[in-house]
């Protein structure tokens, strides 16, 4: 019995045991179930939430004609105009190696996020924090660690805002900035951060309504503007060696180097020159770092002091030469002031050293592979000392709203005051439907967006209000250039043509808007070579909208099918009649495979 009894009792354990082991697996099974409907509700949601899916006229379908493979892993930061690898092809004098050589042959395949890849912190914690696996470089925190330009923290990078000038803090030295300019009363509104290390000066601005475009080439400070676009502050890659920057004349209210290693004394002040034509006339160049305040850093910086003092005087005549005016040099800081028209400038041109102005073949707004001249890019004629070449710009905010000069003096063909407000009207009209189909529009989620045919910068100007900052682009073959009008708006942006790869990095860009972008260029180069720049410029779950002619439409439509976007075509805002149509899309999340899975 005692046997019998032990063997049923050792039997019911055993049982217990396994029912109790049965019961653990179904638990763990259950809660594998749970977290997986958990997360396909969550990602599901999220798709959801983004587009209304059953927004009206879905009925526009297209077959996938291609699909395009995923690039492998180490094209995660590929950027094909600014390849590392090609640029060795070229000259290495005058930096012309680092500018744009783009591939003859465009990639045919989609690059890869880096494993890990999430979505970056909501503006405004991102301007202190982003994730390590986005931009997986270490190197700054360890070279820039004693002027605080990033830190890392475990899973995470943080920014403490200091620069090379500014090591205890942007914003201690914008207030410095601020004591000998004026940065609070809107007549300042839009800066270039030439040499822009992460971009801490242009994102401590912007809590100061000034809107800063910060460029640094790709260079040895390893993947600064990559770090400034995780951030969530406009940035693109860029460099002063031969080319004229991407900007129209008479653009920015202030251009800034903090010790931005520009050589701004040599090849006959070129670099300046090229500073003057895109400065707005009564515009400001401000500078710091070497040689500024040699006498007190000329042993920290292990310079001559003699060497210092030469290229100082040289920078000096430099700027005499461009007529600027040198309003102040306070310790550290030194500023220039770009005179407010050229009659002055062009009276004592004989007594004077002032560089021979440019001729009228000379279009001061084109710059788009334009060599850098030496000569000086005249501003519009005036009649009084008194008047602002080209007109006043209002301060901003108003600006914003103002008939932009160029467009009430009648420089841009075809747009007067009254299409200009039209279009303002439109774009607001335009913007409030968007936000009805996908509803994260004008959210934190979307911080970055580009604007691929922006024209007057109406879908950026509807966007005032939200947590965003567009990059107009006007394509160098749109039919009137407006992006002068753009900058006077107190609005930032670049030409691109659109053939070619944009100069910035994968994942830059939450929400790209391209506006009759694909009638524009159906006959100039293959559409699925656009779509695939737009699919390595946007980041996972990233939204697109493109509004176009139906019958593009749906070849666009074709071809997003192969590139894994949810996409949905709908009805233009005045009803089904209108040809045009609307294409909201949004890319999958996927990454590249994590380093063991590729070995596998
Ligand atoms: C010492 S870091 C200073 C960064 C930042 N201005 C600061 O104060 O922290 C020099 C910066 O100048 C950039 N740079 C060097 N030569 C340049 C050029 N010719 N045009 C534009 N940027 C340049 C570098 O890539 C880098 O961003």
Known sequence: ???????????????????????????????????????????????????????????????????????????????PCHDPQRSLRYKRSRKIYKERHCPEEPLKCRVPAPHGYRNPFPWPASRDRAWFANVPHRELTVEKAVQNWIRSDGDRFVFPGGGTTFPNGADAYIEDIGMLINLKDGSIRTALDTGCGVASWGAYLLSRNILTLSIA???THEAQVQFA????????????ATKRLPFPSR?????????CLIPWAEYDGIFLNEVDRFLRPGGYWILSGPPINWKKYWKGWQRKKEELNEEQTKIEKVAKSLCWNKLVEKDDIAIWQKPKNHLDCKANHKLTQNRSFCNAQNDPDKAWYTNMQTCLSPVPVVSSKEETAGGVVDNWPKRLKS?????????IEGVTAETYSKNYELWKKRVSHYKTVNNLLGTERYRNLLDMNAYLGGFAAALIEDPVWVMNVVPVQAKVNTLGAIYERGLIGIYHDWCEAMSTYPRTYDLIHADSVFSLYSN??????????????????????IRDDADILVKVKSIVNGLEWDSIIVDHEDGPLQREKLLFAMKKYWTAPAASEKTN
Not at 5 to 27: E, G, Q, T
Not at 251 to 259: G, Q
């Open 403 to 411: 008939i932009p000069p160029r467009i009430y003096k009648g420089t």
């Open 524 to 545: 100039r180069c293959e559409l699925e070579d656009i779509l695939l720049e737009m699919d390595r410029i946007l980041r996972p779950e990233g939204c697109v909208i």
């Open 251 to 259: 653009a920015f209210d202030i251009s800034h180097c903090s010790r």
């Open 1 to 79: 019995m005692a046997n019998a009894d032990s063997s049923s009792s050792s039997r019911y354990r055993s049982v217990l045991n396994l029912r109790r082991k049965a019961h653990i697996y179904a638990l763990v099974v259950l809660l594998c179930i749970t977290s997986y409907l958990l997360a396909v509700f969550h990602r599901g949601s999220r798709l959801t939430t983004a587009l209304s899916l059953s927004a009206p006229c879905n009925h526009f379908s297209a077959e996938s004609s291609k699909t395009f493979p995923r690039c492998s892993a180490n094209f995660s930061e590929y950027t």
């Open 229 to 240: 676009l995780e951030r969530g502050v406009p940035a693109f890659i860029g460099i002063l």
């Open 217 to 219: 080439p790709r260079d």
